[in-house]
């Protein structure tokens, strides 16, 4: 790919021709290594290439109370459970509940 320099804080900076003409690899880059690339245009700052993923976190951080419950799924365990096995514990749940 063409010319790319690494700031002094580890981000690459790529510049705008060298961008336009590695456009796809770029793409990959991103998406696979996860990593953020600065595009400049005659040495200022244009903009950022970010995968999708980075972007989501980044415009909507997910809220405090998903992660608390996402770790304590991950401590029982029942992050690992199948659409099929969360189905039955709801159905057996509320077999349950309508007995009472």
Do not use: C, H, W
């Not at 456009?23 to 690339?37: A, I, P, T």
């Not at 976190?57 to 998903?66: G, I, M, Q, S, T």
């Amino acid at each position: 790919m063409g010319t790319s320099t690494i700031d002094s804080k580890g981000t690459r900076v790529v510049s705008a021709l060298s961008a336009r003409a590695n456009f796809g690899k770029l793409l990959n880059r991103v998406d696979s290594q996860r990593q953020s690339l600065v595009i400049e245009k005659r040495g200022t700052p244009k903009a950022v290439l970010l995968s999708l993923r980075d972007y989501v976190r980044l415009a909507a951080p997910e809220p405090e109370v998903l992660r608390i419950i996402g770790e304590e799924s991950k401590r029982n365990g029942t992050n690992k459970m199948t659409s099929r096995q969360i189905e039955r514990v709801i159905k057996e749940y509320r077999a349950q509940k309508k007995k009472r």
